[in-house]
């Protein structure tokens, strides 16, 4: 199995830029979750998802962020526009469905600059 | 509020001795886990822990969960190099479904020669 994906790698824009951060959960997993990861906040969730559907949104800064999962297999994030301080590393993870003994398996992130 | 604290913070220790990482949280809730993560790179599972008492090894990491005390410990036995890494708990806050994770701020282990 090829792990989470996710893409871009890096992402540097300017602000007021739009931002779309992409992922690929591992096929046959039913959860997937966004976090953000700085040095000052530490590992954040953002949103998550069961089955496509979103379940917490809580953890989204403000309405300048949008997630979607538009099939099991795909999933954005969107940020728009950009500010600086949302430079971050981005981690998509995916979990089977909650209540089965699984852990979540993080991609590699993507390092979002906003100069 | 919610609080998932680690202790310490920064852990410098020589190869081959022993220590443990502290991980209290203020809410219920008895599944835990713990992560490692590489500068620049991505967080790996290590350990989960899914009941009162569970205690899981993993090589020179032991890591168990007391749920009453609300603490995880994660111990490092005769610590080597290649440990060197920052170590996460999470605990599932159980907002909206299972998986909703809260985690500590780290623990970044250096193991010197």
């Known amino acids: 199995d090829a792990g989470v994906i996710q893409s871009p790698r890096h992402e540097v824009t300017e602000m007021g830029q739009e931002v779309t951060l992409r992922c690929k959960p591992i096929?046959?997993?039913?959860?997937l979750f966004w976090y953000r990861q700085t040095m000052m906040r530490g590992l954040e969730l953002l949103i998550y998802?069961?089955?496509?559907?979103?379940?917490?949104d809580s953890g989204m800064p403000e309405d300048r962020f949008s997630a979607k999962m538009p099939n099991a297999s795909f999933s954005t994030l969107k940020i728009q526009p950009s500010e600086p301080r949302d430079s971050a590393v981005y981690f998509c993870?995916?979990?089977?469905?909650?209540?089965?003994?699984?852990?979540?398996?993080f991609g590699p992130g993507t390092r979002l600059l906003v100069l | 509020e919610l609080k998932v604290e680690q202790n310490p913070l920064f852990l410098s220790m020589q190869e081959g001795k022993n220590y443990t990482i502290y991980c209290n949280y203020s809410t219920t809730s008895d599944r835990l886990y713990w992560y490692r993560q590489d500068p620049g790179k991505s967080l790996e599972s290590l350990f989960v822990l899914l009941s009162n008492g569970a205690v899981k090894q993993e090589g020179r990491l032991m890591a168990s969960l007391d749920t009453k005390a609300r603490l995880s410990t994660l111990h490092i036995t005769a610590a080597v190099h290649d440990l060197s890494a920052t170590y996460f708990c999470a605990v599932d806050i159980y907002r909206g479904s299972q998986g909703n994770l809260i985690f500590g701020k780290g623990t970044k282990l250096s193991v010197k020669p």
């Open positions: 096929s046959g997993h039913n959860s």
């Open positions: 993870a995916s979990s089977l469905l909650p209540g089965q003994q699984e852990t979540q398996y």
């Open positions: 998802f069961n089955n496509n559907v979103p379940i917490d």
